[in-house]
């Protein structure tokens, strides 16, 4: 059953002398169970805010039928959400793809759509948002694998090396980024990147940008522990790849 959450602010999109607040984006991969829980906890959030939004929801491919979910999602808030269905491309060529389809707002937030960041935290970045370029999330009280939090760590010292200091959680699928400031960097990383979400943090340190940081509460799920675990040599492959990805990034921008 789905709820009415009200009419959404995003209505202010249809006038084309006011521009839209704020995209958040959403890259979807196989989230049957819980989509239409962290859609609807958005719209609620959102609309209380009393924010010019919509939801960009990035379906990349899922095999289950997470896009059946979307579709009635879709149907029950129009004004709210925008679905896109794509082939299945990966995470990190998807989230830039949403970047680069969301330049004419005023913010983009980037949420993951497994439900391990609550939406509730968003409150605090937006009140304080006109002080900043860009507001990113520390997860604290991780569920996470030993390997994964290693990685997490070790991306943040290539970050610190590469790029300069002063983001703790570079890779954090929780973050606000003033749009106009981000532009060139969206559209100068390259289509394929793995990470784009690490060589962003880093280029808002390179940049100077104004940054601030919020402790975010973060669990992984039961399965999800489970799956990770049993593919450390797949991640500690698609790491490597990643930091030589950033770091080759950051030394063309040297040149």
Partial sequence: MYHVIGESLSFFKRNSNVKIQLYVVIPVFNEEEIIKAVVEDWITLLNKLKISYKLKIFNDGSTDSTLEELKMLKNHYPNCIELIDQKNSGHGPTILRSYRESLDSEWIFQVDSDNEIKAHYFEDFWKVKDNYDFIIGKRVNRNSPVFRKIMTYFSYLVVKYFYGKGIKDVNCPYRL???????????????????????????????????????????????????????????????????????????????
């Avoid at 003033?178 to 990470?195: L, S, Y």
């Fill in 177 to 255: 980024m003033r749009t106009n400031v981000f532009k060139d960097i969206f559209m100068n990383i390259p289509d394929d990147t793995f990470a784009p979400n690490i060589i962003i943090s880093g280029m808002a340190l390179r940049k100077g940008l104004n940054v601030n940081s919020f402790d975010i509460e973060f669990n992984t799920s039961v399965n999800k522990v489970s799956s990770l675990s049993s593919n450390i040599t797949k991640l500690a492959r698609i790491s490597v790849n990643s930091f030589l990805e950033i770091i080759n990034y950051a030394r063309k921008k040297e040149l």
